[in-house]
């Protein structure tokens, strides 16, 4: 099996259009045609998991976070991302990192968390708009149906749970070729009036490239008239955090105690109790006070995360209750979530869950 058949299939479940603009997942080192022994699944890659995989025999290194975040200058060995990548390189074994697409899709990272806090009736907490784009094209009547099923082949009007979505009308077009086209119909220097379809598919964006060769390619016309642009719909199952509720509603200290024992974290840093008892519950795994605002609108009475700064914690302004339970606590499971992908995928294949505990952070 080569590298490729691993990467391909962990795209299919978070593909990578679906990663933020800051991000950068994806294959960070190595070559996706090279045969892989063995996979090792982190949330970090560090020193001491590039060694526990050279000891393992696994020449692939699947992490959370993205060893390459921020561009590089030099690669001599003074930090100890560089020392990562020489280190990778020289014992051949390639990082790939599933990140932020990861966050961003419904059974992704917030689904974990969800599912070891009991939340049922699980929805994404602020959906993702502009995934979505809608070409229109213009085609003779007699080649519309040919054309049509050459995009839908191509992956056009095909979209969360549907596909084979498109759209079209007659109409009547006409033109002049100009001296030096060769057009499909008509003579040069005499204005055609032809019957037309106008054709429209929804498509996602990560194909706009692909599609449009493929129109081109399938039109009859010289110069193929068409449009392209963005929708500004939302799609409901992807985007960041989650929202869901507790099957019967808790005490909020007896939640708290729940989230620390469910999370296995020594320490949450959360704000003043409010009177409610919790029932509907807002995550996000990793940094997600940029979420506050959306887990209130929401009408979540505990905002569970990681990252606050001190005076974030204000903004819970007594509506909600912020808990911080640490970025590493929050996304623990995340490794899990990534070996049973893949366990459950690839039966005889050597999936391994990384030992070394990557969290930088120590309690006292
Ligand atoms: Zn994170």
Redesign the pocket.
């Known amino acids: 099996m080569k590298i490729r058949n691993i990467t391909d299939y962990l795209e299919e479940i978070a593909p990578l259009y679906l990663q933020e603009s800051y991000d950068n997942s994806g294959l960070i080192i190595g070559d996706l045609e090279n045969t892989v022994d063995g996979c090792l699944i982190t949330l970090d890659c560090t020193e001491e998991v590039v060694e526990e995989a050279i000891n393992n025999n696994c020449n692939l290194i699947i992490t959370?976070?993205p060893i390459i975040f921020n561009p590089l200058k030099k690669i001599v060995g003074n930090s100890y991302i560089e020392r990562i990548i020489i280190k990778a390189i020289k014992n051949d074994i390639a990082i790939y990192a599933i990140h932020t697409n990861l966050d961003n899709v419904y059974n992704g990272v917030n689904r974990k968390i969800a599912e070891k806090l009991g939340l049922i009736n699980c929805e994404i907490l602020l959906p993702k708009n502009k995934l979505l784009k809608q070409l229109v094209v213009y085609c003779p009547a007699s080649h519309s149906e040919a054309l049509k099923e050459a995009m839908i082949n191509n992956g056009a009007g095909s979209f969360s749970n549907y596909d084979n979505c498109s759209f079209s009308s007659l109409g009547q077009a006409s033109f002049r070729p100009k001296k030096g086209s060769s057009p499909f119909v008509g003579n040069i220097g005499e204005i055609y009036n032809a019957e037309e379809v106008r054709l429209e598919f929804s498509l996602q964006k990560d194909i706009e490239g692909s599609l449009i060769e493929a129109m081109k390619d399938n039109h009859p016309y010289e110069q193929v008239a068409y449009q392209i642009y963005d929708l500004d719909n939302f799609s409901d199952d992807i985007g960041s955090g989650m929202i869901g509720n507790l099957a019967s509603e808790v005490d909020s200290e007896e939640f708290l105690n729940l989230i620390k024992k469910q999370m296995n974290t020594a320490c949450i840093r959360y704000t003043q109790l409010t009177n409610k008892k919790i029932k509907r519950v807002a995550i996000c795994?990793?940094?997600g006070s940029f979420l506050l605002q959306e887990a209130k609108n929401r009408k979540a009475d505990i905002f569970i995360s990681s990252d606050f700064k001190y005076h974030e914690f204000f903004d819970a302004d007594k509506k909600i209750i912020i808990a911080d339970i640490g970025?590493f606590e929050s996304?623990q499971f995340t490794k899990e979530l990534i070996y049973d992908f893949l366990s459950k995928k690839f039966t005889k294949f050597a999936v391994q869950l990384s030992n070394v505990n990557t969290n930088p952070i120590n309690y006292l």
């Open positions: 959370h976070h795994g990793g940094s970025h996304e």
